[in-house]
C-alpha cells in the first residue's frame, strides 16, 4: 500500500492523459493521492479532481513563486476554497529564497495571513521552504501550527529534528534516487520511519530510473524502494509505515 502525499495532478501537464495517469497509480498500488494547490486557480482544479476521483484528495494554498499576485480578496478566496469537502491540509505555502520569483517581503507577508487561515480552520499545513530554512522555522514556531509536512525536504537531519519536534512530518521525494544526494539520505537514515511521508511532487522531480521524463504518482514505489534500501527495511513496511503516516496527518480514515 502506497500514498503519494503531494502530487500537483491539477497541473496542465496532465490535461491530456489525467484519467490514465490515475489508472496507472492504482494498478501500481498506490490508494490515494493527494493534490497540492499552488494558487486559487489551480487549488480549484484540485478540489474539482477531489470531487470527480474517489482516491484523491484535495489541498488548497499559494505557493511562494505564486505570492506577489496575492492580495486581500484573493486570500478571502483562499479561505473559501479551504472549506470545500475533501480538502485534507493548507498548502503548499512557505518560502522560496532561491528562486526568488515572487519579492521576498511579500513571500513572508502571504505565508503568514495563510497560517492564519490554516490555525484558524484547523487545517495541517503543507510547507515549501527552497533555501530560507531559518525564517521559515522561526515562522513556523511563532504560527503556533503544530500538524503539518516540511514538503520536498531540503535541510539537514538537525534541522529535520527540530521540524519533529514542533510535531511536523519530513516528505522524502523522488530526488532521493539520485546518486549527489548524500543529504537526504543521511535524512532518511536518522529520522524515525514514523516521521516520514513520501511524495512524488510530480510532474517534477522524476525518481531513476524514469529521470528526464514527466513524474507521476505510479513512480513513487521507487521512492518507497530507495528509502527502504537506506534504511535496511522491507519496502513494504516502507510504504505502510508512510501511508499510515499521511493517513494520520491528514485526517483519511481507511
Ligand atoms: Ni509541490
Known amino acids: 500500500m502506497l500514498i503519494d502525499s503531494h502530487a500537483h495532478l491539477e497541473m496542465s501537464e496532465f490535461d491530456h492523459d489525467r484519467r490514465n495517469v490515475i489508472e496507472r497509480a492504482i494498478s501500481a498500488g498506490v490508494e490515494y493521492i493527494i493534490t497540492v494547490g499552488t494558487n486559487a486557480q489551480l487549488s480549484q482544479k484540485a478540489i474539482a479532481l477531489a470531487a470527480e476521483f474517489d482516491n484523491v484528495f484535495a489541498t488548497v494554498g499559494i505557493h511562494p513563486h505564486d505570492a506577489a499576485a496575492a492580495d486581500d480578496e484573493i486570500l478571502d478566496k483562499m479561505k473559501e476554497l479551504a472549506r ?3 480538502v485534507v ?8 529564497f532561491f528562486r526568488n520569483i515572487s519579492p521576498r517581503q511579500k513571500q513572508i507577508d502571504v505565508f503568514s495571513r495563510q497560517m492564519k487561515i490554516a490555525r484558524e480552520l484547523n ?23 503544530r500538524r503539518g509536512v516540511f514538503h520536498c525536504f531540503s535541510g539537514d537531519a538537525e534541522m529535520a529534528k527540530k521540524c519533529v519536534e514542533l510535531g511536523f512530518y519530513i516528505s522524502i521525494p523522488g530526488t532521493v534516487t539520485f546518486d549527489k544526494t548524500k543529504n537526504i539520505a543521511d535524512v532518511v537514515k536518522k529520522i524515525p520511519m514514523e516521521y516520514l511521508l513520501l511524495e512524488t511532487d510530480c510532474p517534477y522531480l522524476t525518481p531513476v530510473p524514469y529521470r528526464g521524463k514527466r513524474n507521476e504518482p505510479s513512480f513513487i514505489v521507487h521512492t518507497a524502494k530507495k528509502v527502504a534500501q537506506i534504511k535496511s527495511l522491507p519496502w513494504q513496511d516502507v510504504a505502510r509505515a508512510a501511508a499510515a503516516n499521511t493517513k494520520k496527518l491528514f485526517g483519511i480514515k481507511n
Do not use: F
Open 89 to 96: 491540509a493548507y498548502g503548499e505555502i512557505g518560502l522560496d
Open 123 to 145: 487545517l495541517p499545513i503543507i510547507i515549501h521552504d527552497r533555501d530560507a530554512h531559518e525564517q521559515v522555522l522561526r515562522m513556523v514556531e511563532e504560527s503556533g501550527i
Open 84 to 86: 470545500q469537502p475533501k
